[in-house]
């Protein structure tokens, strides 16, 4: 099995920037992908972006230029910076390990944007 730690949510002002944070542990030899998706009040989980083995990226529309995702090999990590933050962009992000389908969960990261 995969455990993943999220961290870094908070409270940002719009045109803010925040950075996500990811840590896998457990049978880690078997994720091929890790990433994120979100989930605002009264709407359904979405994806945002993710990253695989060999660093190919694919994010949603909705933030492609504004955020960016990373990883660190050896850390078992992956980090999502975002930048130019939305009332939108308020929600409850996920990490997963899904590359075209979703995977294993965390358990998740509040983030607000507000004034």
């Not at 091929?32 to 694919?58: C, D, H, L, S």
Request: a positive charge.
């Amino acid at each position: 099995q995969v455990q993943l730690v999220e961290s870094g949510g908070g409270l940002v002002q719009p045109g803010g920037s925040l950075r996500l944070s990811c840590a896998a542990s457990g049978t880690i030899f078997s994720i091929y992908a890790m990433g994120w998706y979100r989930q605002a009040p009264g709407k359904q989980r979405e994806f945002v972006a993710v990253i695989n083995n060999v660093g190919a990226t694919r994010y949603a529309d909705s933030v492609k230029g504004r955020f960016t995702l990373s990883r660190d090999i050896a850390k078992n990590s992956v980090y999502l910076q975002m930048n130019n933050l939305k009332h939108e962009d308020t929600a409850v992000y996920y990490c997963n390990t899904g590359w075209s389908t979703p995977g294993s969960w965390g358990q998740g990261t509040q983030v607000t944007v507000s004034s």
